[in-house]
């Protein structure tokens, strides 16, 4: 069976359908599906915090295809990296990977060929990558056209680009991170928190909780809710610690939006403290 092909992008909803035809034009009968097209506009973290959460839910061989691309046409590499876990991600090398390298592992990287796996036709354009090298590419690879070394020339894996990671903390009733991730259209939080180590805290469900929320080192939330199991342990409009589907701790608002409510963003400049309250 050919491996499936995953797309998301930040081109929007419908950016995506050149891309499909492109894959189609290769092989008639290859899955294509979709993961996301309104990925926050050039936001690589976002979109690397994507591909962790929902790798690991495919089957093995599957090929991600992620387009967040600021850089489109300039020096920054085209790539297909083959991650340890068994899936290849075709995308540009410009963080996208930092989360996935940094999960799973990321066991050969190599540079797109355009010279064999580029689009015919598209030599005189350089803005839509998208379509003229990695949904082209990713197709060839599935159907079978090329294997892995097709791709083009293999570099090292630690030439990869990524983005700093900001390392969570843990103690005694207490958690320290940041927010890389807000998951739409709820409006949830993503902390960098995993559950396994908030367990050593010694916070349990029915605690009560005080989390404050900083943008650098702007107070933006600072409020008591309870720790427990899923969105209706809150009253409605109410908020909520929780254990993230992702596998991180989280926080929600019971059929409210968190990051609307209070002007909540993700990133690096986001941290979050958690201390039980007595």
């Not at 030439?159 to 940041?178: C, L, M, R, W």
């Not at 989390?211 to 107070?219: F, L, M, S, T």
Request: charged share 20%.
């Amino acid at each position: 069976m050919k491996p499936c092909i995953v797309m998301q992008t930040d081109f929007g909803v419908g950016g995506g359908g050149a891309m499909y035809g492109v894959c189609k034009t290769i092989d008639p009968e290859l899955q294509i599906y979709d993961l996301s097209h309104v990925i926050p506009k050039f936001n690589v973290e976002k979109a690397s915090a994507s591909l962790r959460n929902v790798m690991p839910f495919w089957p093995k061989g599957t090929i991600f295809v992620s387009v967040v691309d600021p850089g489109v046409g300039t020096a920054r590499k085209a790539s297909v990296a083959h991650t340890c876990n068994g899936y290849y991600v075709v995308t540009p090398d410009n963080g996208s990977l930092t989360y996935i390298k940094q999960e799973f592992g990321i066991d050969a990287i190599r540079e797109i060929d355009e010279t064999v796996n580029r689009l015919k036709g598209t030599e005189k354009t350089s803005i839509f990558h998208g379509r003229d090298l990695f949904a082209y590419c990713a197709a060839k690879l599935a159907a079978g056209v090329i294997d892995f070394a097709g791709v083009g020339p293999e570099y090292p894996v630690d030439d990869i680009i990524t983005f700093e990671i900001k390392q969570a903390t843990v103690a005694k009733d207490e958690a320290h991170g940041s927010i890389p991730d807000i998951m739409e259209p709820f409006g949830n939080l993503e902390t960098n928190i995993r559950i396994d180590d908030f367990e050593k805290t010694g916070i349990v469900h029915n605690d009560n909780v005080r989390v404050v929320i900083k943008h650098e080192d702007e107070v933006k939330f600072d409020k008591v809710m309870p720790f427990n199991k899923s969105f209706g342990y809150a009253a409605p409009g109410c908020e909520i610690l929780y254990n993230s589907s992702s596998g991180f701790m989280g926080l929600a608002m019971n059929q409210k939006n968190f990051a609307q409510t209070y002007g909540i963003g993700s990133g690096p400049s986001w941290s979050i403290d958690i201390t039980k309250e007595n």
